[in-house]
């Protein structure tokens, strides 16, 4: 126990250390409250009657139904932010090969499959303290620009809090299939170009693709993404869709079990991938 705690420490020491926790952190907050204070106001004012409908080009469909506004602008942090933890739990990983720092930490801590627990663990506090940098800007600012408008935040409603409580777990998860990645793709450049393209692309293409009928909808809701929805609880992705078949969800508590083992998944076939490996 005291070797995997000094490990844990450690692994804080080579992440905290470095620029890139910090850097993604501010584009974070940047990215999320730039898109939920932007949807916030537009949806928000055409509840309200502030905006038009046909001025806003929403075809005459007006908002979310009335209620549904707050879970879908404070999802924005885990539905549109998750990548930011997969990012840095793989940098993070991917680092480690590229600069080779794991041949003196398995000097000093021979227990390879330790060392992968304590960055795993390490990263999902990490991943969840990117959740709170992600809610600060969705939630933060996204409550003041509903309040604006005379749209009630539901900041004292239990559902919101319990709906922030499941977004610091999947954002915490996400990060632990970062370093899963990381280490089943050493690569820094082809682990970052996956990320990117499968979370910026593929899946959502798949999921939008899938809508179309029950049983490709029924597969599609074991997709990373659409499992983290449903442990969220809300998502713009769903949210707006009015197709019946984009209705179907896994239950929250099923959501994320498949997220977790997605990320058992990814750092159990790292371990066995690569990082038994010599990596002098």
Do not use: C
Request: aromatic content about 10%.
């Amino acid at each position: 126990m005291a070797t995997f705690i000094r490990s844990v420490s450690a692994e804080f020491a080579k992440l905290l250390t470095t620029r890139m926790w910090w850097v993604l952190a501010l584009v974070l907050f940047g990215y999320i409250g730039l898109l939920a204070g932007g949807l916030a106001a537009l949806f928000a004012g055409l509840q309200s009657g502030a905006i038009d409908p046909s001025a806003a080009g929403t075809g005459g469909q007006g908002a979310p139904p009335l209620g549904s506004i707050p879970p879908l602008i404070y999802s924005f942090a885990s539905s549109v932010g998750y990548v930011f933890p997969v990012l840095l739990g793989a940098l993070a990983t991917t680092s480690e090969f590229r600069h080779q720092t794991l041949t003196p930490t398995f000097l000093a801590t021979p227990r390879r499959a330790g060392v992968l627990g304590a960055k795993s663990l390490t990263l999902f506090v990490v991943g969840v303290g990117l959740g709170v940098v992600a809610l600060l800007a969705s939630v933060g600012i996204g409550a003041l620009v509903m309040n604006a408008f005379g749209v009630d935040p539901l900041l004292g409603d239990g559902e919101t809090w319990t709906l922030i409580g499941r977004t610091l777990l999947a954002m915490g998860l996400w990060a632990i299939i970062g370093v899963g990645l990381g280490a089943l793709v050493p690569s820094q450049v082809a682990s970052i170009v996956i990320v990117l393209a499968f979370t910026q692309f593929v899946e959502p293409l798949l999921r939008l693709a899938s809508s179309f009928l029950d049983w490709t909808a029924q597969i599609a809701q074991f997709l990373p993404g659409a499992a983290s929805d449903a442990l969220v609880g809300a998502s713009i992705f769903t949210g707006m869709n009015p197709t019946a078949t984009a209705a179907v969800a896994l239950d929250w508590w099923q959501g994320g079990l498949v997220l977790l083992a997605y990320a058992a998944w990814a750092t159990a076939g790292g371990y066995f991938v690569s990082w038994k490996r010599d990596v002098t």
